[in-house]
């Protein structure tokens, strides 16, 4: 009977069954064989609602689509382009910067190439940037922010991460030690993308655009009300003065009020829409957390974390192998399957087993986040790929060649993150 339901569930998983659904019954399942009442399963969907941070997901959400949908990202641009544009490979840098704030901001790779792909290409373009590069740039680029604040990714890791310390003896995660620690290695990504932008351009130097005063006075003034948003967050969060929820709330609210009645560029009819969609999605994603705490709550029952870790001991000899075999397994997963879809899945297996090989559950985010961001344009799925394929009108395979310089370039950084843990928590520590 138990091998039926279970051949069932693959069955459904594969002609394209809601995620949420085949997990809620594959914890039923495993409770069901462990001859476990399966009112259970409600005692361990509740257990999500226990989460102080749980409300700053739809708030920060909400803000990111509000974001998304003004002119933020031409502002952004041109703030951008008058502060670095003076510097070598200077519209490169720009597409790096505007990219990653960008995506922290609204908290969508998609989004960025959408909303700033077709200002960055033609901008690369015409600073006489090649056409392969600067496609292969602006795909990169798109996933840069998810180790930045306020990063949907990172918090989401740590509500999961939160709630497994509750059910297992592990060091419990704080979201701000998360946000901490993506600081640096975002950093180190955009850098080291940049020395590849200035290697690959060097034997045809780019004309540099002069720095002038008054158009980053200008650029900083129309951009004046959006400007004070990351400082407001970042400061908040890491003086102390404000929790994450309370942070989120006032990002909220500040983005609402500058953005429909300063900026006047979301009419109010607009609004409702936007409320709804980025409810539908927030909807979505807590649907799956609170069913990944009904399968989480079954793994533990059922021991598999400690027979997985028993079984890595026998088969890894030692922690730099584990972190080896954990990488090439995330960026895999992070070309096959949606970032929300492979924390929910992957973390509550994870994170046990390399809290015993002696990683840091906030490195371990770092890393698994850092993969994600990664497997965005990994060939062959890789979302990003089709996204820029459609907004770019280019091929598939066109995008391929495109791209992977630029993934060599971040799987070294991702290697650094990786074996140099202190990259990340040194901020923490």
């Known amino acids: 009977m138990i091998w039926l339901l279970i051949l069932l569930l693959v069955v459904m998983a594969l002609i394209g069954a809601p995620l949420f659904a085949i997990m809620i019954a594959a914890a039923a399942v495993g409770y069901y064989s462990l001859d476990i009442d399966l009112s ?22 909400f803000a990111g689509f509000l974001l998304s949908e003004a002119k933020t990202a031409d502002r952004m641009l041109r703030l951008s382009q008058a502060a670095f544009g003076w510097m070598p490979g200077g519209m490169a840098f720009v597409a790096l910067i505007a990219c990653a704030f960008f995506t922290a901001l609204t908290g969508g790779s998609g989004v960025t190439i959408v909303a700033l792909g077709g200002l960055l290409l033609p901008a690369l373009l015409k600073g006489q940037y090649p056409e392969r ?26 509500i999961i991460a939160q709630q497994m310390s509750q059910q297992l003896d592990m060091p419990s995660v704080e979201i701000v030690d998360l946000y901490l620690a993506g600081i640096v290695p975002a950093l180190l990504m955009i850098g080291l993308l940049y020395g590849y932008c200035l290697w690959a351009t060097r034997k045809n130097p780019i004309p540099r655009q002069a720095f002038a005063w008054r158009e980053l006075r200008n650029a ?18 890491f003086s102390g003065f404000l929790v994450i929820s309370e942070a989120a709330a006032i990002t909220a609210l500040y983005v609402l009020i500058v953005e429909v009645f300063v900026y006047r560029e979301i009419g109010l009819r607009r609004l ?30 059922a021991g598999v974390p400690e027979k997985l870790f028993a079984f890595m001991q026998e088969h890894v000899s030692s922690k730099l192998m584990f972190l080896i075999l954990l990488n090439i397994v995330l ?24 809290v015993g090989y002696g990683i840091d559950p906030v490195h371990l985010g770092i890393i698994f986040v850092a993969n994600m961001q990664i497997g965005y344009f990994t060939p062959p799925v890789g979302m990003n790929l089709f996204i820029a394929s459609y907004r770019f009108r280019k091929s598939i395979t066109e995008l391929y060649s495109a791209t992977i310089p630029f993934m060599f370039v971040l799987i070294l950084a991702l290697l650094l993150i990786t074996y140099v843990p202190q990259l990340s928590l040194f901020l923490v520590r």
């Open 40 to 61: 259970v399963l409600h005692i361990d969907i509740y257990q999500l609602s226990d989460s102080v941070v749980l409300m700053a997901l739809p708030l920060f959400t």
């Open 133 to 158: 590069f600067s496609t292969g740039l602006v795909t990169t680029s798109g996933s840069l922010g998810l180790l930045l604040v306020p990063s949907v990714p990172l918090l989401i890791y740590g």
């Open 272 to 301: 409702p829409g936007l409320m709804r969609e980025s409810m539908v999605m927030v909807g979505g994603i807590l649907l799956i957390l609170a069913v990944a705490m009904s399968f989480t709550g079954y793994l533990v029952y």
């Open 331 to 354: 960026l895999i997963l992070g070309a096959l399957l949606d970032i929300f879809a492979a924390l929910v899945i992957m973390v509550p297996l994870l994170l046990p087993v390399a």
């Open 220 to 237: 900083a003034w129309e951009a004046r009300w959006e400007l004070p948003l990351p400082f407001v967050v970042l400061g908040g969060i």
